[in-house]
């Protein structure tokens, strides 16, 4: 039997009780890209790209021009104050070409072919007008698609994940190393731009499948074997770490699965987001908070969904957002325990569910940080369920909704049943007024 939380027959909490389902790709769709307010691109393994009104869920157009599947995809609009702005999107393929579309037209802009490798990652520097492709190299780009300059060849394994950090640096994921480079562009012509190697990090154990730039000061890195990094953006240096998020003795509010070992994707750091107080990492099937000033995990559900959580976002209030290999996609709050200020911590407690003797000085260190400390927890409060295989990511739209992806080959749209509701019912009103007006003028 599974392990996971349900929320009850009514989810009070949950306004997603309509969805849109918007069919056109023919196989899995692994990425969605925000492109405005009320527009948004997908893309997968059919190599097709799609945009669509996010509103409406009209599509608006259907973009050919890869032959394999779709490994990268990023916004790249213009930054010139003076001009009508302009929305593009840059797509990678294992076809080993990159493709610049223009959002408003829907037609291919300029297109390159000259990689030696696929293409897995794509990153924008707005503020320098240029963007990356990583992959076996790391290849700095103007909007029109010049190539500026270029690494030598980094590893077969190639770059699978960026991240911008301060000082025109990069940091770049190649297996279990973290690469930082700096980008550097002469006002001399002759020449131009440069990009070189500053630093290598080798701090982890297994492969980095996870980046995030919390703000200009921090980074953090999460890698195959549950490994989560804290990085000083300036200096590189290593901050903090946590290494122990399948440990039951390190989270005991939260009820262990007895297990004799755990297998790498139990442990997974698949997905990153942070907002400037906590990082929230999606490991394993669990979801876990950690707050970057306390240096500890604050909250966690170990069995958030019943597979691996692929992608985990926070969202503008006190809520979490996931989706899982199992076709859910789950709404959670994090919310602080009330707890009795002479609330007894019972002596056996780290004899449970702890490898270590118990002990007097273990048991008054966690008794003063019951006392002191806020303690936190993540509820279920929203469970959507319309995807039958892999929930691959969402895009949280606002009022406008969430829209999801998954490898049944479907995006939904989820709505708030309560507005859509009231802008039917106003459009109706309007209607009435309308015709009310015309019988009167005859």
Known sequence: KSSVQTVGEEQIQNPYTELLVLKGHQDIVRFLVQIDDCRFASAGDDGIVFLWNAQTGEKLFELHGHTH??????????????????????????????????????????????????????????????????????????????????????????????????????????????????????????????????????????????????????????????????????????????????????????????????????????????????????????????????????????????????????????????CSEDGSVRIWELREKQQLPAEPVPTGFFNMWGFGRANKQANQAAKKMQENTPVYFLELVGDLIGHSSAVQMFLYFGELGLATCSADHLIILWKDGERESSLRSLTVFQKLALNGDLQLKL
């Open 69 to 322: 599947k779709i490994t990268a995809i990023a916004p790249f609009s213009s930054s010139d104050a003076f001009e009508e702005k302009n929305h593009l999107i840059i797509t990678a393929s294992a076809d080993r070409t990159v493709i610049v579309w223009d959002c408003t037209s829907g037609r291919q802009v300029q297109k390159v072919s000259c990689f030696h490798s696929t293409v897995k990652c794509l990153t924008v520097l707005q503020r320098l007008d240029v963007w990356l492709s990583g992959g076996s190299d790391l290849c700095v780009w103007n909007r029109k698609l010049d190539l500026l300059c270029k690494t030598s060849h980094l590893t077969d394994a190639g770059i699978s994940a960026l991240v911008e950090l301060p000082k025109n640096c990069v940091a770049a994921a190649v297996g279990k190393e973290l690469i930082i480079f700096r980008l550097s562009d002469s006002n001399n012509e002759s020449e131009g731009w440069n990009v070189f190697e500053v630093k290598r990090l080798v701090d982890h154990q297994d492969n980095i499948l996870s980046l995030v730039s919390v703000n200009d000061l921090t980074f953090v890195t999460g890698s195959h074997v549950g490994e989560l990094i804290v990085w000083d953006a300036l200096d590189w240096t290593k901050q903090a770490s946590e290494c122990n998020f399948w440990d039951s003795s390190v989270h005991p509010d939260v009820q262990p699965e007895i297990k004799l070992s755990q297998s790498p994707n139990e442990t997974s750091v698949q997905h990153l987001t942070s907002d400037e107080e906590c990082v929230f990492a999606a490991v394993g099937k669990g979801i876990y908070v950690y707050n970057l000033q306390m240096k500890r995990v604050i909250a966690c559900q170990r069995t958030a969904h019943d597979s691996s959580v692929l992608h985990i976002e926070k969202l503008p209030n006190r809520q979490l957002i996931s």
